[in-house]
Nanobody, 118 residues
């Protein structure tokens, strides 16, 4: 599996912004699709945003127009810029690399807490 380390979470007021970072290990990280997911207690983990090797981006309907996923292959890092945050964005955010030609299973980071206060 790929080792993933997230950072950038924290406490922010509604309407504010945060930028999450996820640094991956290994040469193959830049050769894989990547994504961000989030989870709140008692609910299933849900996709927030994904980016593939060609730069195609997909977003959950709830974050379209507010969140932007990007990647810097030279730094082995994927980002999630979150603007106009809402209370319902409060969750633990996880970086993900799906199964690919280099790893047979999903790789997940440890998660970073994002709390949006009113």
């Amino acid at each position: 599996q790929v080792q993933l380390v997230e950072s950038g979470g924290g406490l922010v007021q509604a309407g504010g912004s945060l930028k999450l970072s996820c640094k991956g290990s290994g040469r193959s990280f830049s050769l894989t699709n990547q994504g961000w997911y989030r989870q709140v207690p008692g609910k299933q983990r849900e996709m927030v945003a994904t980016i593939n090797l060609n730069g195609r981006r997909d977003y959950a309907e709830s974050v379209k127009g507010r969140f932007t996923i990007s990647r810097d292959n030279a730094k082995n890092t994927v980002y999630l810029q979150m603007n106009n945050l809402k209370i319902e964005d409060t969750a633990v955010y996880y970086c993900n690399v799906p199964p690919n030609r280099y790893t047979a299973s999903d790789s997940w980071g440890q998660g970073t807490q994002v709390t949006v206060a009113s």
